[in-house]
């Protein structure tokens, strides 16, 4: 909350740029792992109709995933605080990767700010929308490395529960929803997943002959 809130970037958007520094060094290095691609050949066989994803660090669209809705927004763009401009992140990103000095506008000359949610800040209602459009249409939610802990998203498995869709976990540590899931896995999703999409493969090809 000291440097990663909305009031705290406005105020002192330096702290928050040197906290921030090792997580966007982290986006320009990071692939997908085998978590990833699982998920996003699962959407490719028609088995998955979207991903809602709480990470800003673009992963599911380079593992192939089409369908993604970022709930905490993403770090391709950034806004500028005072004129409102959008700009691509990358080139200033990768300079203040390199030197450590923050981004600013070209426009204008104020600080850039990442197109991520800080707390303090609304999510994007366009996001959200399309959430819930997913969430209202699944009959199978799956859940995967999240605490289920931080809302509302953590709420979001509600509303298909109530509906009657079926709920699979995995996630290392428990969750709230572990009791009205229909199977559980305490395991890393990049161990599991995989295996599972294996499965999944092969009942296809089975149902096929």
Same mark, same amino acid.
């Given at each position: ?21 090792p997580?966007?060094e ?55 605080? !005072?004129?409102?401009? *959008?700009? #691509?992140?990358?080139? =200033? ?6 030197? &450590?000095?923050?981004? $600013? ?10 197109n ?29 490395? !999240?605490?289920?802990? *931080?809302? #509302?998203?953590?709420? =979001? ?6 509906? &009657?869709?079926?709920? $699979? ?33 092969d ?7």
């Amino acid at each position: 909350m000291a440097v990663a809130s909305l009031t705290a970037f406005r105020h002192h958007p330096e702290s928050f740029y040197q906290w921030v520094r090792p997580l966007a060094e982290a986006v320009l290095l990071a692939h997908p792992n085998p978590a990833h691609l699982a998920l996003a050949q699962l959407e490719a066989c028609g088995l998955l109709a979207g991903l809602i994803t709480q990470n800003i660090d673009n992963l599911h669209q380079k593992a192939g995933s089409r369908c993604v809705v970022e709930i905490h927004g993403h770090f391709r763009e950034c806004t500028c605080v !005072s004129c409102f401009h *959008v700009f #691509p992140t990358r080139p =200033f990103l990768e300079a203040f990767v390199a030197e &450590g000095r923050p981004p $600013i506008c070209p426009r204008c000359g104020q600080h850039l700010k990442p197109n991520v949610v800080l707390f303090g800040e609304q999510l994007p209602w366009q996001e959200v929308r399309r959430a819930r459009e997913l969430l209202a249409g699944c009959d199978l939610i799956l859940v995967v490395g !999240s605490s289920l802990e *931080v809302t #509302p998203v953590a709420h =979001f498995p509600l509303l298909p529960l109530e509906c &009657g869709a079926r709920l $699979i976990i995995i996630n290392r540590e428990p969750t709230y929803l572990d009791a009205h899931a229909d199977v559980r896995f305490y395991l890393d999703a990049a161990e599991i997943l995989p295996s599972l999409l294996a499965e999944v493969l092969d009942e296809q090809r089975s149902a096929a002959l």
